[in-house]
Nanobody, 121 residues
Framework: QGQLVESGGGLVQAGGSLRLSCVAPGNIFSINNMAWSRQAPGKQRELVAIITRGGATNYAASVKGRFTISRDNAKNTVYLQMNSLKPEDTAVYYC???????????????WGQGTQVTVSS
């Protein structure tokens, strides 16, 4: 057992960039796919990017071409590079880990506490 810990959120102007980081315990990171999700005010939580243990990636259509997920196995860390940010990207961003490569949040049993990303217009 252990917690996933996100960092890197903050306030950024539209068009700007942020890089989120998530550090996971090794026993979680090494055997799971990693993912980033977000939850905007009044909205359901949604997955936006996943990366498998082998490095394959998938993105939600809303972030494709703007966000890049990556992982550093030596640091047990997954990153989300967010470029060309839009006000609609404003949300709490959560790191997740799970054994199945899907965009269903029900398949990700491990979650972080979240980091706030606010994009001003």
């Amino acid at each position: 057992q252990g917690q996933l810990v996100e960092s890197g959120g903050g306030l950024v102007q539209a068009g700007g960039s942020l890089r989120l980081s998530c550090v996971a315990p090794g026993n979680i990171f090494s055997i799971n796919n990693m993912a980033w999700s977000r939850q905007a005010p009044g909205k359901q939580r949604e997955l936006v990017a996943i990366i498998t243990r082998g490095g394959a990636t998938n993105y939600a259509a809303s972030v494709k071409g703007r966000f890049t997920i990556s992982r550093d196995n030596a640091k047990n860390t997954v990153y989300l590079q967010m470029n060309s940010l839009k006000p609609e990207d404003t949300a709490v961003y959560y790191c997740a880990a799970g054994p199945v490569r899907t965009f269903s949040i029900d398949t990700y049993p491990h979650w972080g506490q979240g980091t706030q990303v606010t994009v001003s217009s």
